[in-house]
């Protein structure tokens, strides 16, 4: 079962709160309320302020991003209204760049506000700690959605991009956060933040390769785990490494544009039988930071290599093919020993656009790997 074969489902809140109770969640939470319910007013947009002593700068980048007003979409602003003896200034908490915006539009003559209005009593210091405090406890306590929130959502109105996601997943019979197959495999890491990039990058023209990797995965260090009794969960980093190692095998091509071949069916025969002798974390290692899944295959082929019998695959090699060796690519030290010199020292100032390139220098490459940020 899939997740969209659940989308008719629906559960009151209350039923959630009393399970997360009897869990034990909310056992730091204290019963009851704060405050009462601040009141809800339409005020014109051009009468708002903003204070210069805790209000942030207005950020520029927020109005391209929505280029026009939506009324439907528009958060309700949180404004003050300070005491008349202190002018009665108005003022945006949270929602300014909504406030600019409905300015902007031209068209909105009022707009729906939540009120907090001070006494006449209150002093200035009084009014802006208190305006403060509220600034600061909504804008470092977020909730904002996460990328796999945003797919859930996305699945609902044909987004691709979530689509995509869904699919890859109940492909490889793995789930997260109810998305994927409902029954599947867990990953190791909260967010699944490789498998999101590995999916982006691999799905279109080479999702079969994704299911290959979890699949290799799962019949070799998830069985053996299985057969001992424990739990395993999916390195979705290592799933991301391997997705792309099969996918060079696949497509790997030399400078005269012949194919691996022979190479490629005896690397799959070693990851068979020689690479489940060895944990996962042991081809993971050293891999943080940046192009994680080039640094797993170049950790992966240099294994291979050390016990191979003469049928290697060298990193210049995989280098030329767009797995680029994020060990020497823009490292101005020395080239260590064990390296061919004189290429290393070749592509210390690759810029981005020679690494995705079919040829640079003569050499040529699948450019099969797309970039992304």
Request: charged share 30%; glycine share 8%.
């Amino acid at each position: 079962m899939n997740y969209n074969e659940e989308q008719g489902g629906i559960r009151l809140i209350k039923d959630i709160i009393d399970e997360l109770v009897n869990n034990g969640v909310f056992n730091k939470v204290t019963t009851g309320h704060k405050n009462d319910w601040l009141p809800e007013e339409w005020f014109k947009p051009n009468v708002i302020g903003v204070s210069k002593f805790y209000q942030r700068l207005f950020k520029h980048d927020s109005f391209k991003k929505f280029g026009q007003f939506d009324k439907q979409l528009a958060q309700r602003p949180l404004i003050a209204i300070r005491p008349k003896r202190l002018r009665g200034d108005i003022l945006a908490i949270d929602g300014q760049h909504t406030v600019g915006l409905a300015i902007n539009a031209g068209d909105v003559d009022k707009m729906p506000c939540i009120v907090l209005r001070h006494p006449e009593n209150r002093t200035l210091d009084e009014c802006v700690k208190i305006e403060a405090t509220l600034f600061f406890t909504i804008n470092t306590n977020p909730q904002s959605p996460s990328q796999i929130d945003k797919y859930r959502a996305g699945l609902c109105f044909g987004d691709e991009e979530a689509e995509n996601f869904d699919n890859a997943l109940d492909n490889a019979g793995l789930h997260i956060e109810g998305l994927g197959r409902i029954d599947g495999d867990e990953f190791a890491s909260k967010g699944a933040a490789r498998f999101i990039k590995c999916v982006k990058q691999f799905y279109k023209g080479h999702k079969g390769e994704i299911t290959d990797a979890v699949n290799f995965i799962r019949r070799t260090w998830g069985a053996k785990a299985l057969k001992n009794g424990e739990t395993f969960k999916y390195r979705d980093d290592f799933i991301h490494g391997l997705t792309t190692l099969l996918v060079f095998l696949k497509l790997g091509r030399d400078k005269e544009g012949k194919k691996l071949n022979g190479k490629a069916k005896d690397f799959k025969r070693w990851m068979e039988n020689e690479m489940p002798k060895k944990k996962i974390n042991h081809y993971v290692r050293d891999t943080a930071g940046g192009n994680t899944q080039y640094k797993i295959v170049h950790n992966i082929i240099a294994e291979y290599n050390s016990i191979s019998d003469g049928c290697t695959i060298s990193h210049q090699f995989l280098h030329e093919n767009g797995i680029w060796d994020e060990q020497f690519v823009g490292n101005k030290k020395d080239i260590v020993g064990g390296y061919d010199k004189p290429f290393y020292e070749s592509i210390l100032d690759e810029s981005r656009e020679q690494k995705t390139s079919k040829k640079v220098r003569g050499l040529y490459r699948t450019a099969s790997f797309p970039n992304y940020d």
